[in-house]
Nanobody
Framework: VQLQASGGGLVQPGGSLRLSCAASGSISSILVMGWYRQAPGKQREPVATITSDVILNYADSMKGRFTISRDNGKNTVSLQMNSLKPGDAAVYYC??????????WGQGTELTVSS
């Protein structure tokens, strides 16, 4: 199973960006998909998680600004990020947890928020 994340880049504060992640390979079933992020010098932290159709959670600092969505038919998960702040700058990692309880990670895509 491979996850390919894309969409990172440089955004000005207050701007928006959309990250996408596509899963490929032999996947029996997917329980959840989601995103984590890791800023320099900090631990990886959860951003948002979604089941097939239910958003499980968002980190408090991202509620109201970030929206996670999923295309079950294409095994993709996206993260729409609005009102970006310098503190959102990080490498964003997508992941999925399969029906056999294995966790797979994407390679990460970097977001820079700067004027």
């Amino acid at each position: 199973v491979q996850l390919q994340a894309s969409g990172g880049g440089l955004v000005q504060p207050g701007g928006s960006l959309r990250l996408s992640c596509a899963a490929s390979g032999s996947i029996s079933s997917i329980l959840v998909m989601g995103w984590y992020r890791q800023a320099p010098g900090k631990q990886r932290e959860p951003v948002a998680t979604i089941t097939s159709d239910v958003i499980l959670n968002y980190a408090d600092s991202m509620k109201g600004r970030f929206t996670i969505s999923r295309d079950n038919g294409k095994n993709t998960v996206s993260l729409q990020m609005n009102s970006l702040k310098p503190g959102d700058a990080a490498v964003y990692y997508c992941y999925l947890r399969s029906g056999d309880l294995r966790t797979y990670w994407g390679q990460g895509t970097e977001l820079t928020v700067s004027s």
